[in-house]
């Protein structure tokens, strides 16, 4: 758990988690001045799902970063594989189950999904420099 918590997952999860709360209530606004109240809870279920799988993607980067190479990328194409049958059932959920526009969903869905993807890659651009300073001797920084 050490080195979990020297690359800060916690710290990359509420800046993901913060950035959704700042920018909800306008995203869910514009939902629903473009398709009333329904377009606004499918925008905003859409969001909260994109947030939520990012947060577990920083916390699986982070499990996986001081591991050998072979784990951590086992982790990283396991995660985007979880993400897609998570995102795909999402959808197929949405239309079976509910009345929700899929696309205000599917909006939601992507718009969110790019802003948290912009916050884990900073996230890994600062952690990298925790992968050289000894975490694992098996993964060196620099080629």
Partial sequence: MAEIRSLRPGRTALALL??????APLAVLAAHAWGGP??????????????????GGVYLTAWAMPR????????????ILARMVLFCGAVALLVTATDLPPAAF????????GICQVLEIRALHRWRGAAGTGLNPERPSKP
């Fill in 18 to 23: 913060g950035t959704a709360a700042a920018t």
């Fill in 68 to 79: 050998p190479q072979n784990v951590f990328f086992g982790a990283l194409v396991g995660g």
């Fill in 106 to 113: 599917i909006a939601g869905l992507f718009v969110y999904y």
């Fill in 38 to 55: 329904k377009a606004a809870a499918g925008a905003g279920l859409g969001a909260a799902l994109a947030t939520l799988s990012a947060v």
